[in-house]
C-alpha cells in the first residue's frame, strides 16, 4: 500500500495565500490603509478562509508580528483561531518558532516539507501576509490558489506583492466579487506548464 504522499492520484491540500492589497500593488502596513473598507462582506470572506484551512503558513517576519501580538489578545474568536490553528513558519533566520501549535520550516528541503504537508489529510492551508514567501511558493509551484482583496486606493509606497524582479506567472481568474465598499474579492490560480 502507498502512502498519500507517495500517491500522485491522492487529494492534496490547497495552499491557499491571502492578501489585502492597493491599486498599486502595496500590500506593507495594511493596518495605515485597510481598515476604511473592511465592513461585514470582507468579513465573511475572511472568515471562509479560516473555515476552509486547518493550517496557516507564514514567514519569518509576519510570525514575529503575530506571535507577539495574538497570545494575548483578547479579539475574540479570531485570537482563539490564530492560537489554535497548526502554524507552520518557512524562515532561515529564526532560532525557535514558541508559539502554541507552531513548526519551524528551515533549510533547502523547505519546498518538499511544503509537499509533504499538502499530502496529508486536511483542510486547505492559508496564508496571509508574507509576501516574499508567496513569490517563492509560486516558482515552487506550490501555491494553488491567490486571493487577492484589492482596496480601491493607492498607497504610493511600501512593499509590494511582486517585486520587479519576481520572474512571470500565468494566472487564471477563477472567481471576482465586487463589495460595496469598491473593493474587488479576485481569486486566481496558477497556469502550470
Given at each position: 500500500?502507498?502512502?498519500?504522499?507517495?500517491d500522485p492520484a491522492a487529494p492534496t491540500r490547497k495552499v491557499v495565500a491571502n492578501f489585502f492589497i492597493s491599486l498599486d500593488g502595496v500590500v506593507e502596513s495594511p493596518e495605515k490603509?485597510?481598515?476604511?473598507?473592511?465592513?461585514?462582506?470582507?468579513?465573511?470572506?475572511?472568515?471562509?478562509?479560516?473555515?476552509?484551512?486547518?493550517?496557516l503558513l507564514m514567514g519569518g517576519t509576519l510570525y514575529r508580528e503575530w506571535s507577539e501580538?495574538?497570545?494575548?489578545?483578547?479579539?475574540?474568536?479570531?485570537?482563539?483561531?490564530?492560537?489554535?490553528?497548526?502554524?507552520?513558519?518557512?524562515?532561515?533566520?529564526?532560532?525557535?518558532?514558541?508559539?502554541s501549535n507552531t513548526t519551524l520550516i528551515r533549510g533547502d528541503g523547505a519546498a518538499d516539507r511544503i509537499r509533504e504537508l499538502k499530502a496529508r489529510p486536511g483542510k486547505g492551508i492559508a496564508m496571509s501576509g508574507s509576501a516574499t514567501l508567496v513569490r517563492w511558493l509560486l516558482g515552487q509551484g506550490l501555491v494553488d490558489e491567490l486571493h487577492l482583496l484589492v482596496h480601491p486606493v493607492v498607497?504610493?509606497?511600501?512593499r509590494r506583492l511582486f517585486e520587479p524582479d519576481t520572474p512571470q506567472q500565468a494566472l487564471e481568474l477563477v472567481?471576482?466579487?465586487?463589495?460595496?465598499?469598491?473593493?474587488?474579492h479576485l481569486t486566481y490560480q496558477p497556469i502550470r506548464a
Open positions: 500500500m502507498t502512502s498519500a504522499a507517495a490603509w485597510h481598515f476604511t473598507y473592511f465592513n461585514d462582506e470582507m468579513g465573511e470572506a475572511v472568515n471562509a478562509g479560516f473555515a476552509s484551512s486547518d493550517a501580538y495574538w497570545p494575548t489578545s483578547t479579539d475574540q474568536p479570531i485570537a482563539d483561531i490564530m492560537n489554535g490553528i497548526a502554524k507552520y513558519v518557512v524562515s532561515d533566520r529564526l532560532d525557535r518558532a514558541d508559539w498607497v504610493g509606497t511600501g472567481s471576482a466579487q465586487t463589495f460595496s465598499t469598491g473593493v474587488l
